[in-house]
């Protein structure tokens, strides 16, 4: 199956009130993970690629090669769209003409009628080749890719002047964190996300941070209006405490455990059961 653009897949989310995750790639075996596991859980899903991961892994048209051969070797037939993650304004052209089939541009950093210029401008690009576009109002608080945000919560007049110029979907800040959440970390604030949804009408809302919000928020996100959730940290955790541990009981040292095919089986495994535990949590199993 040819990569499809989030349009589809989200309106179709938002109207079954469960929400489809973006799971974010770093390299082959994160995604041949996901992929394998969105088949066998007959799910849709969005493979994320921050600009930081597009580098590493070359530049985005070895991205973008590798995901449209994976899915033609694979056999893969669920729904796949291949998204920029807080996309610059050059990294979007650069992902647009990688073969991407959507893309973020994230403009919380600009001040607000930058971001509405820069955002109107990449609508109309995007409507021409039928790519999906996200954007963002409010920054997200953490870390990613260095570029660093408190968890300001978005301005819901600003999301629906955002929202109005004809992008597909809004990610608009409601207390989320990218990473680790700290023991101290209040929640997510619904009373905004209510607010922006009554902005914003029908529109499917994003949810970046995923990683470390508790299921009950979540699945009350979703029946708000949340049609796409973010997730990496998460994955990335496991895949690490499953190669720690099979490299501290020595696993590496017997045979050809050095292998790399074995050596990194068991994080491929974890990332697996990650990505199943939180397409149950979504709602997205079955829905492909």
Known sequence: MALVSVKQMLEKARDGKYAVGQFNINNLEWTKSILQ????????VILGVSEGAGKYMTGFKTVASMVKAMIEELNITVPVALHLDHGTYEGCYKCIEAGFSSIMFDGSHFPIDENIAKTKELVE?????????????????????GVVGLGECADPDECKKI???????????????????????????????????EKVGDMPLVLHGGTGIPTDM?????????????????????????????IEDGKDLQGKGFDP????????????????EKMQIFGSIGKA
């Open 218 to 246: 979540i699945k009350k996100a979703i029946s708000l209006g949340v049609a796409k959730i973010n997730v990496n940290t998460e994955c990335q955790l496991a895949f690490q405490e499953a190669t720690r541990k099979y």
């Open 37 to 44: 596991t969105a088949q066998e859980l007959n799910s849709p």
């Open 125 to 145: 690009v995007c409507k021409k080749k039928g790519l999906s576009l996200e954007a963002e109002v409010g920054s997200i608080g953490g870390e990613e890719d």
């Open 163 to 197: 929202a109005s110029l004809g992008i597909t979907i809004l990610a608009a800040g409601i207390g989320n964190i990218h990473g680790k959440y700290p023991a101290n970390w209040p929640g997510l604030r619904f009373d905004v996300l209510a607010a922006i949804k």
């Open 261 to 276: 095919r074995k050596l990194l089986a068991p994080g491929c495994e974890a990332i697996k059961q990650t990505v199943r």
